[in-house]
């Protein structure tokens, strides 16, 4: 008998076997990472020169080197796209079920997706009060660096223009990582494994997929892996609740996109002088846990409690919701 998370399977659906679907899911992962890196490389070669190979040193330093942010932002969604294409496909050719069985019909989608959004912002405000409470701990001068800050270079309309990629880029990069996460593994370890080991084993893949963040250093890799935990553990009882995978769509590319935007604006306003692509891949860095050596910051401890707190609401709800 299968645990269908959001809508029934249809009797041809092949139900993968639980620890294989972990598997796929990296594999996916690296084959989208594979062609990221060719095309980094590519990227290397017509601007640096094949000579590069040539010299360990310099290749080492066009490596660490983030490319500027169109090509970036370009790699980084044809990766995501391999990604969330493969997981698609798998779906589609080896299981044989349909969107509605990972959560995608159409019923109230838009509604979901669009309370998603709000909830995102509602969820950062949340997070900038918890970050505020914890400079009590952690001391921040945010009111000094507001009050320091030129705001005036947000008055250019093309700045709201870059602001407007990188939503469009972020809700869809979210919601490939919600179709993959939420939708089709959540679902296929579900209907082999329960609805809760199906739940936790997803939010822990999703946790171990963003094991990046400890390039930040161990102390700020830690604090962002308990944030992305509980990011993930929230997704996962939404969709639940809500059967359906529209609302965290939302939800995460909305959170994405406002908690990169928020922080290059501010990062405009304290650099007005500095190149606007400069700063995109500075902060895609400090936003990613890529960045060694800032010390310890209090944001990914403060995305743990938020969405702990609201992990714990969305439990308490459920009993009612049954």
Same mark, same amino acid.
């Given at each position: 008998?299968? /645990? ?25 992962? +690296? ?9 980094? +490389?590519?990227?290397?070669?017509? /601007?640096? %020169? *094949? ?48 969107? *509605? ?42 009111? %000094? ?18 602001? %407007? ?9 979210? %919601? ?43 102390? @700020? ?15 996962? +009882? ?17 959170? @994405? ?5 928020? /922080? ?59």
């Amino acid at each position: 008998m299968k /645990t269908a998370l959001y809508a029934p399977w249809p009797e041809a659906a092949r139900r993968s076997w639980g620890w294989a679907a972990l598997l796929l899911v990296v594999l996916f992962y +690296l084959a989208g990472a594979l062609l990221y890196g060719v095309g980094q +490389l590519v990227w290397i070669v017509a /601007t640096r %020169g *094949a000579g590069v190979f040539a010299d360990e040193a310099a290749l080492e330093a066009a490596l660490a080197t983030l490319p500027p942010a169109g090509v970036l932002f370009a790699l980084l969604l044809v990766q995501f796209l391999v990604w969330g294409g493969l997981a698609w496909l798998w779906l589609r050719a080896f299981e044989r079920r349909g969107v *509605a069985s990972i959560g995608m019909g159409p019923r109230q989608a838009g509604r979901r997706f669009f309370g998603g959004l709000f909830l995102s912002a509602a969820v950062l405000a949340a997070l900038a009060v918890a970050v505020a409470l914890m400079g009590v701990v952690f001391p921040v001068d945010i009111a %000094g660096e507001v009050a320091a800050a030129d705001w005036g270079r947000l008055a250019d309309p093309g700045v709201w223009l870059v602001f %407007g990629a990188i939503a469009l880029f972020f809700l869809l990069q979210g %919601g490939i990582e919600e179709v993959v996460f939420r939708g089709w593994l959540m679902s296929t370890l579900a209907a082999r494994w329960g609805r809760t080991a199906g739940v936790i084993a997803t939010t822990l893949a999703f946790t171990l997929l963003h094991a990046h963040v400890l390039l930040a250093g161990l102390a @700020n890799g830690l604090a962002g892996l308990a944030g992305i935990f509980m990011t993930g553990l929230f997704l996962a +009882l939404l969709a639940l609740r809500q059967g359906s995978i529209w609302g965290v769509i939302g939800l995460h590319g909305g959170f @994405n996109a406002l908690t990169l935007i928020s /922080t290059l604006a501010v990062a405009l306003a304290r650099s007005p002088e500095t190149p606007l692509g400069v700063l995109i891949v500075e902060t895609f860095q400090r936003a990613t846990g890529l960045e060694a050596g800032a010390g310890f910051q209090p944001q990914a401890l403060a995305q743990a409690l938020v969405f702990a707190l609201f992990s714990a609401v969305l439990i308490w709800r459920m009993p009612a919701r049954r």
